[in-house]
């Protein structure tokens, strides 16, 4: 399975887009690259996932370059609300490998 | 449409002792999987039910078992518990066609003393 690398922690203000970027160099033909949220004490929650190129839903969006070693994640106008831990995940759907995550505060 | 719904939300066991955790997926999911999670790391993959049958596993003691019942609904059990299984223990259910989300439950808390 493909191991990821992102950030420990980012900081950020409200109403500014933030961009978290990971590394999967070692990203197999098949795998997806999925992103997740976690609030304290909670699961985490499901945000985007892509393959290649770039896709958007209502809450952010993801770019991958054309060699699929790495993704951004972008999440545009950030509330305090966004004050959460974000996982990159490479691989299949049936085992999520979770990393440490980006801790990403946003401040008032 | 209720979620995934996770019980007991805490608990607290003294080492050795056994313990059960229960998990109900999303209406229309067949598939259930357990994670691990300690404090301050990423949730780490104990194993994966579909049909009943434990379809993939990571890399935890046989101490760690489960099960699936025919509506779907499955139970972690850990036992001789030690004090290093103390964490939060979440399920995700999803659905066995492939679909790209996995909801996870709120977790049980567990304490281990």
């Known amino acids: 399975l493909a191991k990821t690398t992102q950030p420990i922690s980012m900081d950020s203000y409200e109403g500014q887009e933030v961009n978290i970027t990971c590394s999967h160099n070692n990203i197999a033909t098949n795998d997806y690259i999925t992103w997740y949220q976690q609030f304290p004490s909670q699961g985490p929650r499901f945000i985007i996932q892509?393959?290649?190129t770039k896709v958007t839903n209502e809450v952010a969006s993801l770019f991958i370059p054309a060699d699929r070693k790495s993704s951004t994640l972008s999440l545009p106008r950030v509330s305090l609300s966004d004050t959460a831990v974000y996982y990159c995940l490479v691989g299949d759907l049936g085992k999520l490998i979770f990393g440490q995550g980006t801790e990403l505060s946003v401040k008032p | 449409d209720a979620g995934v719904t996770q019980s007991p939300t805490h608990l607290i066991k003294t080492r050795g002792q056994q313990v059960t955790l229960r998990c109900s997926p999303k209406s229309g999911h067949d598939t259930v999987s357990w994670y691990q999670q300690a404090l301050g790391q990423g949730p780490q993959f104990i194993f994966q039910?579909?049909?009943?049958?434990?379809?993939q596993r990571g890399n935890f003691p046989d101490r760690f078992s489960g099960h699936q019942f025919p509506n779907y609904s499955s139970e972690l059990n850990v036992n001789a518990l030690l004090l290093g299984d103390s964490a939060l223990y979440l399920c995700?259910?999803?659905?066995?066609?492939?679909?790209?989300?996995?909801?996870f439950g709120q977790g049980t808390r567990l304490t281990v003393v």
């Open positions: 039910y579909y049909e009943e049958e434990e379809r």
């Open positions: 892509g393959y290649k």
């Open positions: 995700a259910s999803s659905s066995g066609t492939g679909t790209p989300e996995a909801f």
